[in-house]
Protein backbone atom coordinates (compact mmCIF):
# COMPACT_ATOMS: atom_id res chain seq x y z
CA UNK A 1 0.00 0.00 0.00
CA UNK A 2 1.15 3.37 -0.12
CA UNK A 3 1.52 5.70 2.91
CA UNK A 4 2.57 9.15 3.75
CA UNK A 5 5.80 9.30 6.02
CA UNK A 6 8.20 11.18 7.18
CA UNK A 7 11.76 10.08 5.83
CA UNK A 8 15.44 11.00 6.76
CA UNK A 9 17.26 11.30 3.79
CA UNK A 10 20.05 12.87 4.66
CA UNK A 11 21.59 13.68 8.04
CA UNK A 12 21.25 17.20 9.76
CA UNK A 13 18.55 17.76 6.81
CA UNK A 14 14.62 17.93 7.63
CA UNK A 15 12.70 15.15 7.20
CA UNK A 16 11.05 14.99 3.55
CA UNK A 17 7.12 13.84 4.40
CA UNK A 18 6.20 11.55 1.41
CA UNK A 19 4.80 8.73 -0.33
CA UNK A 20 6.61 5.32 0.11
CA UNK A 21 5.43 1.76 -0.17
CA UNK A 22 4.50 -0.14 2.90
CA UNK A 23 4.61 -3.93 1.86
CA UNK A 24 2.10 -6.95 3.96
CA UNK A 25 2.94 -7.93 7.29
CA UNK A 26 4.53 -11.71 6.89
CA UNK A 27 4.79 -14.03 9.58
CA UNK A 28 4.55 -12.91 13.18
CA UNK A 29 4.33 -9.20 12.09
CA UNK A 30 1.16 -7.28 12.60
CA UNK A 31 0.29 -3.70 10.19
CA UNK A 32 -0.70 -1.19 12.60
CA UNK A 33 -2.58 2.10 11.63
CA UNK A 34 -0.61 4.98 13.46
CA UNK A 35 -3.37 7.78 15.65
CA UNK A 36 -0.71 9.83 17.36
CA UNK A 37 3.59 9.81 18.11
CA UNK A 38 5.41 11.50 20.26
CA UNK A 39 8.54 13.15 19.03
CA UNK A 40 11.59 11.81 21.18
CA UNK A 41 14.98 13.48 21.77
CA UNK A 42 16.23 10.25 20.09
CA UNK A 43 14.09 10.84 17.04
CA UNK A 44 16.63 13.89 16.59
CA UNK A 45 19.81 12.25 17.70
CA UNK A 46 19.25 9.71 14.68
CA UNK A 47 18.46 13.07 12.07
CA UNK A 48 21.01 15.08 12.95
CA UNK A 49 23.59 12.80 12.37
CA UNK A 50 25.15 12.45 15.67
CA UNK A 51 24.90 8.98 16.37
CA UNK A 52 27.10 6.72 15.10
CA UNK A 53 24.73 3.76 14.57
CA UNK A 54 22.31 5.60 12.70
CA UNK A 55 21.48 5.14 8.99
CA UNK A 56 19.30 6.80 5.71
CA UNK A 57 16.98 6.62 4.48
CA UNK A 58 14.86 5.79 7.24
CA UNK A 59 11.39 6.53 8.33
CA UNK A 60 11.91 7.97 11.65
CA UNK A 61 9.61 7.84 14.72
CA UNK A 62 9.25 5.26 17.69
CA UNK A 63 6.86 6.32 20.07
CA UNK A 64 3.92 5.26 18.28
CA UNK A 65 0.37 4.31 19.31
CA UNK A 66 -2.45 3.21 16.75
CA UNK A 67 -4.75 0.46 15.99
CA UNK A 68 -4.30 -2.87 14.80
CA UNK A 69 -5.47 -3.62 10.52
CA UNK A 70 -3.84 -7.00 9.93
CA UNK A 71 -1.76 -9.67 11.64
CA UNK A 72 0.71 -11.96 9.54
CA UNK A 73 0.53 -16.09 9.81
CA UNK A 74 1.14 -17.04 13.21
CA UNK A 75 0.55 -13.51 14.95
CA UNK A 76 -1.77 -14.30 18.70
CA UNK A 77 -1.20 -11.55 20.74
CA UNK A 78 -2.70 -9.14 18.50
CA UNK A 79 -5.56 -8.94 16.27
CA UNK A 80 -7.35 -6.14 13.72
CA UNK A 81 -8.75 -3.48 16.26
CA UNK A 82 -6.85 -4.15 19.29
CA UNK A 83 -5.60 -0.80 20.50
CA UNK A 84 -1.49 -0.97 20.59
CA UNK A 85 1.99 0.87 21.86
CA UNK A 86 5.27 0.46 19.33
CA UNK A 87 7.93 -1.43 21.65
CA UNK A 88 11.06 -0.10 20.33
CA UNK A 89 12.06 -2.59 23.30
CA UNK A 90 10.69 -5.99 22.46
CA UNK A 91 9.74 -8.65 24.58
CA UNK A 92 9.71 -12.22 22.90
CA UNK A 93 9.08 -13.97 26.38
CA UNK A 94 11.38 -16.85 25.33
CA UNK A 95 15.24 -15.97 24.62
CA UNK A 96 17.17 -15.94 27.57
CA UNK A 97 16.78 -12.51 29.21
CA UNK A 98 12.99 -12.65 28.68
CA UNK A 99 12.86 -15.52 31.17
CA UNK A 100 14.73 -14.02 33.41
CA UNK A 101 12.86 -11.20 35.88
CA UNK A 102 16.49 -9.61 36.28
CA UNK A 103 15.97 -7.66 33.08
CA UNK A 104 14.25 -6.55 30.07
CA UNK A 105 17.15 -6.79 27.33
CA UNK A 106 15.09 -8.64 24.84
CA UNK A 107 17.81 -10.79 22.46
CA UNK A 108 15.23 -12.04 19.83
CA UNK A 109 15.70 -9.41 17.00
CA UNK A 110 18.18 -6.70 18.08
CA UNK A 111 20.18 -7.58 15.38
CA UNK A 112 18.53 -7.10 12.98
CA UNK A 113 16.27 -4.21 14.77
CA UNK A 114 19.89 -2.28 14.62
CA UNK A 115 20.52 -2.45 11.29
CA UNK A 116 16.60 -1.31 10.46
CA UNK A 117 15.20 -4.40 9.34
CA UNK A 118 12.60 -6.25 10.40
CA UNK A 119 13.50 -9.95 12.02
CA UNK A 120 13.74 -11.44 9.06
CA UNK A 121 16.26 -9.31 8.02
CA UNK A 122 14.50 -7.50 5.13
CA UNK A 123 12.19 -4.24 5.30
CA UNK A 124 8.80 -3.34 4.39
CA UNK A 125 9.38 0.29 3.57
CA UNK A 126 10.33 0.81 0.27
CA UNK A 127 10.69 3.88 -2.78
CA UNK A 128 10.69 2.91 -6.45
CA UNK A 129 11.97 -0.74 -5.61
CA UNK A 130 14.65 0.34 -3.09
CA UNK A 131 14.21 -0.57 0.46
CA UNK A 132 13.87 2.28 2.72
CA UNK A 133 15.11 0.75 6.34
CA UNK A 134 12.76 0.70 9.34
CA UNK A 135 13.87 2.91 12.58
CA UNK A 136 14.19 1.16 16.14
CA UNK A 137 12.11 -1.59 15.02
CA UNK A 138 8.76 1.16 15.00
CA UNK A 139 9.14 3.35 12.19
CA UNK A 140 6.08 5.14 13.05
CA UNK A 141 6.52 9.49 11.62
CA UNK A 142 3.72 7.42 9.31
CA UNK A 143 0.36 6.25 8.58
CA UNK A 144 0.82 3.10 8.62
CA UNK A 145 3.84 0.75 9.94
CA UNK A 146 4.83 -3.28 10.03
CA UNK A 147 6.04 -4.03 12.94
CA UNK A 148 6.79 -7.57 14.88
CA UNK A 149 4.30 -8.92 17.13
CA UNK A 150 7.06 -9.09 19.94
CA UNK A 151 7.52 -4.90 19.69
CA UNK A 152 3.70 -4.34 20.47
CA UNK A 153 2.12 -3.84 23.81
CA UNK A 154 -1.76 -4.71 23.38
CA UNK A 155 -3.45 -1.56 25.52
CA UNK A 156 -6.84 -0.82 26.67
CA UNK A 157 -8.80 0.45 24.38
CA UNK A 158 -9.98 2.95 26.77
CA UNK A 159 -6.73 4.61 26.59
CA UNK A 160 -6.68 7.82 24.70
CA UNK A 161 -3.95 7.16 21.88
CA UNK A 162 -2.74 10.40 22.27
CA UNK A 163 -2.02 9.70 25.55
CA UNK A 164 -1.11 6.01 25.63
CA UNK A 165 1.56 7.18 22.52
CA UNK A 166 3.95 8.44 25.57
CA UNK A 167 4.09 5.20 27.20
CA UNK A 168 5.92 3.94 24.17
CA UNK A 169 9.45 5.63 24.82
CA UNK A 170 9.70 8.49 28.01
CA UNK A 171 7.36 8.22 30.29
CA UNK A 172 7.70 4.38 30.55
CA UNK A 173 11.37 5.13 30.89
CA UNK A 174 11.03 7.50 34.05
CA UNK A 175 8.14 5.39 35.54
CA UNK A 176 9.86 2.18 35.06
CA UNK A 177 13.08 3.58 36.44
CA UNK A 178 11.79 4.10 39.86
CA UNK A 179 8.97 1.04 40.30
CA UNK A 180 11.29 -1.53 38.24
CA UNK A 181 15.06 -1.10 38.36
CA UNK A 182 15.14 0.67 41.65
CA UNK A 183 11.76 -0.62 43.18
CA UNK A 184 11.67 2.69 45.17
CA UNK A 185 10.39 1.30 49.14
CA UNK A 186 7.58 2.99 50.34
CA UNK A 187 8.70 6.04 52.79
CA UNK A 188 12.06 6.62 50.87
CA UNK A 189 13.71 9.92 49.88
CA UNK A 190 14.20 10.19 46.18
CA UNK A 191 16.23 12.62 44.10
CA UNK A 192 15.32 12.94 40.55
CA UNK A 193 17.83 15.10 38.73
CA UNK A 194 16.16 16.36 35.09
CA UNK A 195 12.84 17.22 34.44
CA UNK A 196 11.80 16.15 30.96
CA UNK A 197 10.03 13.70 29.82
CA UNK A 198 11.84 10.86 31.87
CA UNK A 199 12.85 12.80 34.49
CA UNK A 200 8.95 14.04 34.92
CA UNK A 201 7.98 9.98 34.97
CA UNK A 202 10.51 8.96 37.33
CA UNK A 203 9.13 11.55 39.87
CA UNK A 204 5.59 9.84 39.19
CA UNK A 205 7.17 6.95 39.52
CA UNK A 206 8.74 7.16 42.70
CA UNK A 207 5.09 9.04 44.26
CA UNK A 208 3.28 5.24 42.89
CA UNK A 209 6.14 3.72 45.15
CA UNK A 210 5.16 5.61 48.40
CA UNK A 211 7.83 7.69 48.43
CA UNK A 212 7.88 9.98 51.51
CA UNK A 213 10.42 12.93 50.19
CA UNK A 214 11.27 13.57 46.24
CA UNK A 215 13.36 16.13 45.57
CA UNK A 216 13.14 17.02 41.74
CA UNK A 217 16.35 19.42 40.15
CA UNK A 218 16.16 21.46 36.63
CA UNK A 219 17.44 24.60 35.61
CA UNK A 220 14.20 25.45 34.57
CA UNK A 221 11.32 26.87 36.78
CA UNK A 222 8.31 25.56 34.36
CA UNK A 223 9.46 22.59 34.10
CA UNK A 224 10.23 22.52 38.11
CA UNK A 225 6.42 23.40 38.23
CA UNK A 226 5.44 19.80 35.98
CA UNK A 227 7.44 18.07 38.80
CA UNK A 228 5.21 19.84 41.38
CA UNK A 229 2.20 17.74 39.36
CA UNK A 230 3.84 14.75 39.61
CA UNK A 231 3.95 14.41 43.31
CA UNK A 232 8.23 16.17 43.65
CA UNK A 233 7.74 17.45 47.69
CA UNK A 234 10.98 19.62 47.10
CA UNK A 235 11.89 20.99 43.88
CA UNK A 236 15.45 22.81 43.24
CA UNK A 237 17.19 24.77 40.58
CA UNK A 238 19.76 22.84 39.73
CA UNK A 239 23.58 24.31 40.71
CA UNK A 240 27.26 22.81 41.47
CA UNK A 241 25.93 22.83 44.82
CA UNK A 242 23.10 20.34 44.54
CA UNK A 243 25.20 16.99 46.07
CA UNK A 244 26.07 19.53 49.33
CA UNK A 245 22.20 20.52 49.46
CA UNK A 246 21.32 16.84 49.57
CA UNK A 247 23.53 15.74 51.80
CA UNK A 248 22.71 19.14 54.10
CA UNK A 249 19.32 18.12 54.05
CA UNK A 250 19.57 14.42 55.18
CA UNK A 251 21.79 14.48 57.85
CA UNK A 252 24.64 14.38 56.07
CA UNK A 253 23.72 10.40 54.51
CA UNK A 254 22.08 11.59 51.17
CA UNK A 255 18.73 10.16 49.24
CA UNK A 256 17.96 6.72 49.32
CA UNK A 257 17.28 6.11 45.70
CA UNK A 258 18.57 9.21 43.14
CA UNK A 259 17.85 9.09 39.60
CA UNK A 260 19.98 10.92 36.51
CA UNK A 261 17.44 11.94 33.65
CA UNK A 262 19.43 14.46 31.75
CA UNK A 263 22.42 12.63 29.72
CA UNK A 264 25.06 14.50 31.15
CA UNK A 265 27.36 12.52 32.78
CA UNK A 266 28.55 15.74 35.12
CA UNK A 267 24.88 15.33 36.44
CA UNK A 268 25.42 11.60 36.60
CA UNK A 269 28.42 12.16 39.24
CA UNK A 270 26.05 14.11 41.49
CA UNK A 271 23.60 11.69 41.41
CA UNK A 272 26.15 9.41 42.49
CA UNK A 273 27.30 11.73 45.11
CA UNK A 274 24.15 12.03 46.32
CA UNK A 275 23.05 8.62 46.94
CA UNK A 276 22.99 7.41 50.68
CA UNK A 277 26.13 5.94 52.11
CA UNK A 278 25.32 2.31 52.98
CA UNK A 279 22.46 1.96 50.88
CA UNK A 280 21.87 4.24 47.86
CA UNK A 281 20.90 3.55 44.86
CA UNK A 282 21.87 5.70 42.08
CA UNK A 283 20.09 4.77 38.89
CA UNK A 284 20.80 6.22 35.05
CA UNK A 285 18.77 7.01 32.72
CA UNK A 286 20.05 9.49 30.33
CA UNK A 287 21.79 8.76 27.29
CA UNK A 288 25.33 10.71 27.07
CA UNK A 289 27.46 11.15 24.35
CA UNK A 290 29.87 9.24 22.31
CA UNK A 291 32.98 8.44 23.90
CA UNK A 292 32.17 10.54 27.61
CA UNK A 293 32.59 8.63 30.88
CA UNK A 294 31.33 8.90 33.90
CA UNK A 295 33.85 10.02 37.12
CA UNK A 296 33.30 8.25 40.29
CA UNK A 297 35.27 7.51 43.38
CA UNK A 298 35.43 4.46 44.03
CA UNK A 299 35.43 5.36 47.78
CA UNK A 300 31.70 6.27 46.97
CA UNK A 301 30.86 2.43 46.33
CA UNK A 302 33.41 0.66 48.58
CA UNK A 303 30.81 2.76 51.63
CA UNK A 304 27.56 0.91 49.71
CA UNK A 305 26.61 3.33 47.69
CA UNK A 306 25.40 1.63 43.74
CA UNK A 307 24.72 2.97 40.44
CA UNK A 308 23.03 0.93 37.77
CA UNK A 309 21.43 1.90 34.63
CA UNK A 310 18.08 1.66 32.99
CA UNK A 311 16.97 1.25 29.18
CA UNK A 312 13.20 1.45 29.18
CA UNK A 313 12.70 2.15 33.00
CA UNK A 314 13.68 -1.81 33.20
CA UNK A 315 9.72 -2.54 31.23
CA UNK A 316 9.13 -5.85 29.95
CA UNK A 317 7.22 -4.08 26.98
CA UNK A 318 4.33 -6.53 26.49
CA UNK A 319 3.44 -7.57 29.85
CA UNK A 320 4.35 -4.03 31.95
CA UNK A 321 3.21 -1.20 29.25
CA UNK A 322 -0.31 -2.33 29.62
CA UNK A 323 -0.34 -1.94 33.41
CA UNK A 324 1.36 1.23 33.16
CA UNK A 325 -1.46 2.35 30.79
CA UNK A 326 -4.33 0.83 33.37
CA UNK A 327 -2.57 2.79 36.15
CA UNK A 328 -3.19 6.24 33.81
CA UNK A 329 -6.90 5.09 33.64
CA UNK A 330 -7.11 4.83 37.19
CA UNK A 331 -6.16 8.09 37.52
CA UNK A 332 -2.80 7.26 39.18
CA UNK A 333 -0.74 8.90 36.07
CA UNK A 334 -1.41 12.45 35.04
CA UNK A 335 0.01 12.50 31.40
CA UNK A 336 -1.99 15.45 29.64
CA UNK A 337 0.33 17.99 31.12
CA UNK A 338 3.08 16.07 28.82
CA UNK A 339 1.56 16.88 25.67
CA UNK A 340 2.87 20.42 24.76
CA UNK A 341 2.49 20.61 21.15
CA UNK A 342 -0.04 18.48 19.03
CA UNK A 343 0.96 18.59 15.57
CA UNK A 344 -0.16 17.16 12.27
CA UNK A 345 2.72 14.67 10.28
CA UNK A 346 3.55 17.75 7.58
CA UNK A 347 4.84 19.38 10.99
CA UNK A 348 7.03 16.59 12.04
CA UNK A 349 10.16 19.05 11.68
CA UNK A 350 8.79 21.84 13.54
CA UNK A 351 8.65 18.84 16.45
CA UNK A 352 12.44 19.05 16.55
CA UNK A 353 12.49 22.55 16.83
CA UNK A 354 10.33 22.88 19.44
CA UNK A 355 12.46 20.41 20.80
CA UNK A 356 15.70 21.73 20.69
CA UNK A 357 14.42 25.50 22.15
CA UNK A 358 13.23 23.22 25.02
CA UNK A 359 9.88 24.62 24.22
CA UNK A 360 7.27 21.82 26.28
CA UNK A 361 7.40 18.28 27.40
CA UNK A 362 6.63 16.22 24.31
CA UNK A 363 5.08 17.36 20.29
CA UNK A 364 2.26 15.01 19.98
CA UNK A 365 1.91 14.09 15.92
CA UNK A 366 -2.02 13.14 15.44
CA UNK A 367 -2.26 11.09 12.13
N1 LIG B 1 17.35 4.85 29.15
C1 LIG B 1 16.43 4.93 28.19
O1 LIG B 1 15.88 3.91 27.75
C2 LIG B 1 16.04 6.27 27.66
C3 LIG B 1 14.83 6.45 26.98
C4 LIG B 1 14.48 7.75 26.58
C5 LIG B 1 15.34 8.80 26.82
N2 LIG B 1 16.53 8.59 27.46
C6 LIG B 1 17.48 9.66 27.78
O2 LIG B 1 17.06 10.26 28.99
C7 LIG B 1 17.53 11.60 29.03
C8 LIG B 1 16.38 12.53 29.36
O3 LIG B 1 15.40 12.49 28.32
P1 LIG B 1 14.26 13.59 28.28
O4 LIG B 1 13.40 13.28 27.12
O5 LIG B 1 13.63 13.69 29.62
O6 LIG B 1 15.17 14.87 27.98
P2 LIG B 1 14.95 16.44 28.21
O7 LIG B 1 16.05 17.13 27.47
O8 LIG B 1 13.55 16.82 27.92
O9 LIG B 1 15.18 16.63 29.77
C9 LIG B 1 16.44 16.82 30.34
C10 LIG B 1 16.28 17.81 31.48
O10 LIG B 1 17.52 17.94 32.16
C11 LIG B 1 17.61 19.28 32.61
N3 LIG B 1 18.98 19.62 32.96
C12 LIG B 1 19.97 20.11 32.18
N4 LIG B 1 21.08 20.33 32.90
C13 LIG B 1 20.80 19.97 34.16
C14 LIG B 1 21.54 19.96 35.38
N5 LIG B 1 22.80 20.37 35.41
N6 LIG B 1 20.94 19.50 36.49
C15 LIG B 1 19.65 19.08 36.47
N7 LIG B 1 18.88 19.07 35.34
C16 LIG B 1 19.46 19.51 34.21
C17 LIG B 1 17.06 20.10 31.46
O11 LIG B 1 16.65 21.38 31.87
C18 LIG B 1 15.87 19.22 31.02
O12 LIG B 1 14.66 19.60 31.65
C19 LIG B 1 18.19 11.86 27.67
O13 LIG B 1 19.57 11.65 27.79
C20 LIG B 1 17.56 10.78 26.80
O14 LIG B 1 18.39 10.45 25.71
C21 LIG B 1 16.87 7.34 27.89
ZN1 LIG C 1 12.47 7.82 22.66
ZN1 LIG D 1 13.26 -11.99 24.45
Not at 80 to 109: K, M, W, Y
Not at 176 to 192: L, N, R
Request: hydrophobic share 40%; proline share 4%.
Amino acid sequence: MQIRAAVLEEFGEPLVVQEVELADPEPGEALVRLVACGVCHTDLYTASGADPSGYAPTVLGHEGAGVVEAVGEGVTSVAPGDHVVTLFSPQCRECEHCRSPRTNLCLAIREQQNQGYLPDGTARLSRDGEPIRHFMGASTFAEYTVAPEIALANVSRDAPLEHACLFACGLSTGLGAAMFTAKVEPGSTCVVFGAGMVGLGAVAGCRLQGAERIVCVDLSEDRLELARGQGATDTWTADADTVQRVLDETRGFGADYTFEATGLVSVMRQAVESARMGWGLCTVAGVAGKGETLDVVPRYLITGRRVCGSSFGGVKGRDQVPQLVQRYLDGDIDVEPFVSHRLTLDDVNRGFELMEAKDGIRSVIDF
